[in-house]
């Protein structure tokens, strides 16, 4: 009996670590990664609405005319200047909704995906989400990030025509191809001997932090060693500023991501053979985590 009790222990232990391991991995996998759509943030917007001419109605045939972001981003995207003064951005797409008994399938707007950055607060998030489904008569709020009933404030409205028409004073911009600026690939250059450089640090790090902020670091460090960029949020979809500087050691930095309500207090380490790695730990309300990060690529 006492064998018996004791496998069984045994068993439930194991079933306890391999829930626990599902758990973990499924969490990760359902932070997205980030891509061209998420790096066009606030300030990208605000110059795509500055060069650009507004609209009040776009058109599935106007948008079709449009480049994608990238290669792998099929839907178009816009631009909107929202009712709240808010600039929200979203990748748009057109599809058909077969309802039972109907002679014809109804037309619908997909919102694929959508961030609305809130005003005068840089790339804080007010709202965002995926795959919303747009019927006819219809419309939608951005900075709420829903379908609103008549008598709401709204942005946009899907007519029976099949358009997307802005409501009140919003506007829509249309954006034609990726908007960020040029970057390069390669890898940084090896030096003779491995010898680390401050600005070996630069570049685009795709970072996890004990997997709970996930996201990109843009790091930019210069020749005397002052760092600067911003931590884009793979969850929240916002921007926080990053400071700080290399430490004692040449293939070591520190730096301190400053939170809406916290600062996050990191200190890693270069990988001294490719630069291609990091890894190191954070703090963060008084606690120690660990965080690592992969080369995206590098800055020119």
Request: charged share 25%; net charge neutral.
């Amino acid at each position: 009996m006492k064998n018996l009790r004791s496998k069984l222990m045994i068993r439930l232990r194991n079933c306890s670590v391999a829930a626990l391991v599902i758990g973990i991995i499924c969490v990760a996998q359902s932070v997205p990664a980030i891509d061209v759509f998420d790096r066009h943030d606030a300030a990208i917007l605000k110059q795509i609405v500055e060069a650009g001419t507004s609209q009040t109605e776009v058109t599935q045939a106007q948008v079709a005319k449009l480049k994608p972001l990238a290669k792998d981003v099929e839907s178009a995207c816009l631009v909107v200047e929202t009712n709240g003064g808010n600039l929200a951005k979203v990748l748009v797409s057109w599809g058909f909704r077969k309802q039972r008994d109907a002679e014809k399938p109804t037309p619908v707007l997909m919102l694929d995906r959508y961030v609305t950055y809130e005003q005068g607060k840089a790339d804080t998030s007010l709202a965002n989400g995926v795959n919303v489904m747009i019927f006819p008569g219809y419309k939608f709020d951005f900075d709420l990030g829903q379908i609103v009933p008549d008598g709401f404030d709204a942005d946009i409205e899907f007519t029976d025509k099949g358009a997307i028409k802005c409501l009140d004073i919003v506007k829509l911009h249309t954006v034609n191809g990726s908007q960020l600026p040029a970057t390069e690939e390669a890898a940084p250059v090896k030096k003779k001997g491995e010898i680390i450089s401050p600005e070996d640090f630069s570049g685009i790090w795709n970072v996890d932090g004990d997997g709970r902020f996930i996201g990109e670091w843009d790091l930019t460090v210069n020749e005397e060693g002052v760092a600067s960029g911003k931590f884009l949020s793979a969850e929240t979809k916002s921007s926080y500023p990053i400071v700080g500087q290399i430490g004692g050691l040449p293939h070591q930095i520190k730096l301190q991501i400053q939170f809406n309500n916290a600062i996050q207090v990191v200190e890693a380490y270069l990988w001294t053979k490719d630069k291609s790695k990091l890894a190191g730990s954070f703090s963060l309300a008084g606690r120690k985590f660990g965080i690592s990060g992969v080369r995206q690529e590098a800055k020119k």
